[in-house]
């Protein structure tokens, strides 16, 4: 077990935060003791204390003291700030673990003038222990704490490594952003359903049964997405005059458009990230 007695700090404690304390809490990787969180807002910070029984702080620099793994669960925009107060009072031996979107690791090294670091893209469904996450490390990260950072980010869901940074901004754009892309499909959908005359409540449980029921079935039959779509589309039928609108409408091309977006952006993140971190070296 990786984590035995492994201190984990958390800083900032939102929706993704929260959903990895409950996983390593549920999994019994580590005891509510070992986790401390630091937030700004004094009545989340006793939510969390309430609802976990984990340590909780306002200074991001004492939340991070003495812990072996530090995870940075901020939002973007104030991800700046909160490199400029950990910089200089991080130990050589620490491991940072990030889910902020976009920041690399050339930002996250430079913002914090720290060598090991762990970059990952986790998903909503983390809040019920199906994420998948793809994550990436620095040349220092060593084999034990790549064995660290693969239990924690394990706690969310499924887990995949990658050797290529590049890879995790492009499942940024495909998995980290594609839960949005199936609500808004579902919610049209439900829209839909209910323009044919059932009640919004009859329309959802057919759309999410159905949604859920053929992801477990793809992923269970080991067979090719066309081929499936292709044994439920009998030649004349409802699913070939559906089919035929869907794709008249070019929703192929909506979609990947969709995905080149979420993908430029998530470079354009980078690229903010890596001009607000000052230069290795430099004090911040």
Do not use: C
Not at 34 to 47: K, L
Request: no cysteine.
């Amino acid at each position: 077990m990786p984590l035995r007695g492994k201190r984990i700090a958390f800083i900032g404690g939102g929706t993704m935060a929260e959903a990895m304390i409950r996983g390593l809490l549920d999994k019994h990787l580590v005891p509510p003791s070992h986790i401390a969180v630091s937030g700004p807002r004094r009545e989340r910070r006793a939510e969390l204390a309430k609802h976990f029984a984990v340590q909780t702080l306002a200074s991001n620099a004492d939340a991070a003291r003495g812990a072996h793994v530090v995870v940075l669960s901020v939002k973007p925009q104030v991800l700046p700030g909160v490199m400029k107060e950990l910089r200089e009072k991080l130990d050589d031996d620490q491991l940072i673990l990030s889910i902020v979107a976009g920041a690399t690791l050339r930002a996250l090294r430079h913002g914090l003038d720290h060598a090991a670091i762990v970059r990952s893209m986790p998903n909503t469904p983390a809040q019920i222990g199906l994420s998948i996450t793809m994550w990436t490390a620095t040349r220092e990260v060593t084999s034990d704490q790549r064995d660290l950072a693969n239990e924690i980010l394990g706690a969310l869901g499924e887990v995949l490594h990658a050797e290529e940074e590049l890879d995790v901004d492009r499942a940024t754009a495909l998995s980290g952003t594609g839960p949005s892309y199936v609500f808004l499909l579902m919610e049209a959908l439900v829209d839909a359903g209910v323009h044919l005359g059932f009640s919004r409540r009859v329309a959802e449980e057919l759309v999410l049964r159905t949604v859920e029921g053929s992801a477990a079935f793809a992923r269970k039959s080991g067979r090719h997405l066309a081929e499936l779509r292709n044994q439920v589309t009998s030649p004349g039928g409802t699913s070939a005059a559906a089919l035929y609108e869907l794709e008249k409408g070019a929703l192929r091309t909506v979609l990947s458009r969709a995905v080149y977006a979420a993908f430029t952006r998530t470079r354009e993140l980078g690229a903010a990230a890596e001009a607000d971190a000052p230069p290795k070296g430099r004090p911040g």
